[in-house]
């Protein structure tokens, strides 16, 4: 059985096909803001699929597919989805279903007890316990978000691309809130990392995805893993157990 995977999230929309062992092909990455159906049309013209597997933080792009897909075996990933986890939380519907994708990707690719820290529109971090529980974790400001509030906030800091400080002490603006993202997110992640697996009975492995996560984790030794396709890896699992 072939599935279509979509990674509805606040930035980008994703699509890859997949199957019960592996990703098979990736594609295409669309704004999220552009998801129509008429969109949907180009983007899936002369693909094949059998059942559609949605991860969506997006109502408005979710409610448009549903509707789209609505002739064919369609399931929108939550909380009551069978993803061979568990979750260990007061109130389930309130965990974001990427990071429920996430933990089910860790769980399947690396085991558990496990940590994943997701670098895109926001940071999150999400405990998976030695049981395949999801514990709970930790939601900041994403690294674009950070930057961009600087420049429309302010009057003479400009947008910045993200790369590599090549020192501590930036030698222009420019420089200057560099240092200031790429090393002050490293400290952010660092404590927070230590702060969980503090509260953890075993010694977690760290799993880093999203859009930053390989320029981040260059300079962060605590980090086990780099995985681009974690989010997409758990959305095909939940697609396994569901369809």
Not at 145 to 173: C, Q, V
Request: charged share 20%.
């Amino acid at each position: 059985m072939r599935f279509l995977l979509i990674d509805n999230s606040n930035t980008l929309t994703k699509f890859t096909i997949g199957n019960t062992d592996r990703l098979e092909q990736w594609i295409a990455r669309v704004p999220t803001k552009e998801v129509s159906p008429t969109v949907l049309d180009k983007t899936l013209a002369n693909q094949s699929f059998d059942a559609v597997m949605l991860c969506s933080v997006v109502p408005e792009k979710a409610a448009i597919m549903a509707e789209y897909f609505s002739s064919l075996p369609f399931h929108q990933l939550g909380y009551k989805t069978n993803m061979g986890i568990n979750i260990d939380y007061p109130k389930p519907e309130q965990i974001g279903a990427d990071r429920l994708a996430n933990a089910a990707g860790v769980h399947a690719l690396y085991g558990s007890p496990a940590i994943v820290i997701d670098l895109g529109t926001a940071v999150t971090f999400d405990a998976i316990g030695a049981n395949a529980t999801h514990l709970g974790g930790v939601i900041a400001p994403g690294l674009a978000s950070m930057t961009d509030n600087l420049a429309n906030r302010t009057a003479l800091l400009p947008k910045i691309e993200l790369s590599e400080p090549a020192n501590a002490i930036g030698k222009s603006t420019t420089e200057a809130m560099l240092v200031g993202a790429i090393f002050g997110y490293r400290g952010l992640i660092k404590e927070i990392i230590q702060k969980i697996s503090a509260e953890m009975t075993e010694k977690p492995v760290i799993v880093a995805t999203g859009g930053d996560a390989e320029l981040i984790a260059r300079g962060l030794p605590e980090i086990d893993h780099v995985c681009p396709t974690l989010t997409l890896e758990g959305i095909r699992i939940a697609a396994s157990l569901q369809f």
